[in-house]
């Protein structure tokens, strides 16, 4: 199996390159964001819990985090791996997904990141409000403070992968396709 974490902050391009790893590598993709706008359409009540952290562009609590992403890594145990994306996102989730593979007998294969300087995410998060909606894209003071709460909570937890020779970086700066050009030399090595 090749479990791959995708890594990097808001508007880097995490979400259009799974889509077309998954097809490639015929991987189950987890995004936790995905999981909560998902919760939010059907009004559950995961759903408006995680709003009121959606809305302001922090991050939803660990443990309601670990909790939720138990279930679809055990319904998939037979698949080809998964990619995740957007999780892990803090140092507990690092540590929570790791126990939690390791209890299922699997292991993280690596985690890739992309990388991006702040300009150009802004840019693009705002071309993608336009073309999905997304709250969370629209507002320019989510977007900063989505990029802050990368930067302050989220970034180090490459730290946890590079400890175990884990981390790999891409330039996310190109057209889609070279992107995923640089991301398959990586996945196909691991
Ligand atoms: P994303 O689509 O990955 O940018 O996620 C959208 C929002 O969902 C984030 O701004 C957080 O509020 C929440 N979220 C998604 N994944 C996580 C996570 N792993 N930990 C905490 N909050 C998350």
Do not use: C, W
């Not at 490639?24 to 939010?40: A, P, Q, W």
């Not at 150009?120 to 003071?141: H, S, V």
């Amino acid at each position: 199996m090749k479990n791959i974490i995708l890594f990097g902050p808001p508007g880097v391009g995490k979400g259009t390159q799974s889509k077309k790893l998954l097809e490639k590598y015929n991987l189950v993709h987890l995004s936790t964001g995905d999981i909560f706008r998902n919760e939010l359409k059907n009004e559950t009540e995961l759903g408006k819990e995680a709003r009121k952290y959606m809305d302001k562009g922090e991050l939803v609590p660990d443990t309601v985090v670990i909790d939720m992403i138990k279930g679809p890594i055990e319904k998939n145990l037979k698949s080809n791996g998964f990619i995740f994306d957007g999780f892990p996102r803090t140092m507990a989730q690092a540590e929570a997904l790791d126990a939690m593979m390791s209890s299922f007998n699997l292991h993280i294969s690596g985690m890739i990141a992309l990388t991006a300087n702040e300009n150009e995410l802004i840019n693009r998060l705002q071309k993608r409000a336009e073309l999905e909606g997304r709250k969370d894209d629209a507002d320019i003071n989510i977007v900063k403070n989505r990029l802050k709460v990368y930067n302050t909570e989220t970034a180090i937890v490459k730290n946890h992968y590079e400890k175990q020779n884990k981390y790999y970086e891409i330039d996310g700066i190109g057209t889609v396709d070279e992107v995923f050009e640089r991301l398959s030399i990586i996945i196909d090595q691991l």
